[in-house]
């Protein structure tokens, strides 16, 4: 069965650099987003992904946050320079159309 | 801002007795939702979802009734077993919005409910 899958699982950074997340998104799939969940909190959307360009983003996603598709299958997430509050479980998640997204396992990012 | 609200954050069953979890939303906006299931460590998976044109939809063991009015959905796991033991996630969206207004079915989502059951 298909699924997204994201690298790294973890990723450890320091305050002030930049990081990488890493997904594969579902090969038929045309709608791609972010996700982030702190510990403790609920999960909230960061960003999403249709036709080549952001399509809705939120309050989070300001210009240290950026997001591409640079070929077919990989879709990522940088992050410019990392703070403290930036360390959450960052999922990526893909869909067909306006049904279920399904999600990565997600990569658990600690900026320290 | 909880326009979806989870407010039980935990719910202990018996093996083999129903559970029933429940989530209310207060954006009128939404017209898809959805439970996911989330183990420790692990990304949500997807478990069912209901359409804003229905009030029920089936799928084995598992059942979720909307209720538009009072603006209320619960997700009923008939019988439990010790494996539904995760965190369960109601969300909602909406859609499609974003530029264009093509995009984007952004998910908003509850805090979740540790659901335990208990050999």
């Known amino acids: 069965e298909p699924e997204v899958t994201q690298t790294p699982s973890h990723q450890v950074t320091q305050m002030g650099q930049e990081v990488i997340l890493r997904c594969v998104p579902i090969s038929n799939h045309l709608y791609f987003y972010w996700y982030r969940q702190i510990l403790g909190q609920k999960v909230e959307f960061l960003v999403s992904f249709y036709n080549n360009e952001i399509s809705e983003k939120s309050e989070i996603f300001d210009d240290q946050f950026s997001v591409e598709r640079p070929d077919g299958s990989n879709f990522t997430l940088k992050i410019r320079s990392t703070k403290l509050e930036d360390s959450a479980m960052y999922f990526c998640?893909?869909?067909?159309?306006?049904?279920?997204?399904?999600f990565g396992p997600g990569t658990r990012l600690t900026v320290t | 801002d909880q326009q979806v609200k989870q407010n039980s954050p935990s719910l202990s069953v018996q093996e083999g007795r129903i559970s029933i979890l429940n989530c209310d939303y207060t954006?009128?906006?939404?017209?898809?939702f959805l439970w996911y299931k989330k183990y420790p460590a692990e990304g949500p998976t997807f478990l069912i979802s209901?359409?804003?044109?229905?009030d029920k939809n089936e799928d084995g063991r598992f059942t979720v009734f909307l209720n538009k009015s009072a603006k209320h959905l619960s997700l009923h796991i008939v019988p439990s077993q010790p494996g539904d033991s995760a965190v369960y996630f109601c969300?909602?969206?909406?859609?499609?919005?974003?530029?264009?207004?093509?995009?984007?079915?952004?998910?908003?989502f509850g805090k979740g409910t540790k659901l335990s059951v208990i050999p």
């Open positions: 209901i359409s804003s044109i229905k």
């Open positions: 998640a893909s869909q067909t159309g306006g049904n279920e997204q399904y």
């Open positions: 969300a909602a969206s909406w859609g499609p919005r974003g530029r264009s207004g093509a995009g984007s079915y952004q998910l908003t």
């Open positions: 954006n009128s906006m939404f017209d898809y």
